[in-house]
């Protein structure tokens, strides 16, 4: 029988969907953020927290997982509050 798909979405460097990750903070499931465009990264994320003064946090990409973890814990409340807005969630 021949293969009806001889191409692998792995090999076709063409993107057929946008590339999104899960965002967390300090373990906690915030939200997607989708990168719409090439020029987009997920590093993104933390010039925006940047940006607005959050300057105490490890980021890591870890699959399609973007774990961000607060170094001062009582800012985890006020940058998840960043990332609804940044996220489109509220």
Do not use: T, W
């Given at each position: 029988m021949p293969?009806?798909?001889p191409?692998?979405?792995?090999?076709?460097?063409i993107k057929n969907e946008?590339?999104?990750?899960?965002?967390?903070?300090?373990?906690?499931?915030?939200?997607?953020?989708i990168l719409f465009s090439q020029?987009?990264?997920?590093?993104d994320v933390s010039d925006y927290?940047?940006?607005?003064?959050?300057?105490?946090?490890q980021a890591e990409v870890e699959?399609?997982?973007?774990?961000l973890q607060m170094t001062e814990l009582d800012q985890?409340?006020?940058?998840?509050?960043e990332l609804h807005s940044y996220l489109g969630l509220h």
């Open positions: 293969d009806l798909y191409y692998s979405a792995e090999a076709d460097p946008h590339d999104s990750y899960n965002v967390y903070v300090n373990d906690n499931y915030i939200g997607n953020k020029k987009e990264n997920i590093q927290l940047n940006n607005k003064g959050f300057y105490n946090f699959g399609d997982h973007y774990r985890g409340e006020l940058v998840i509050d």
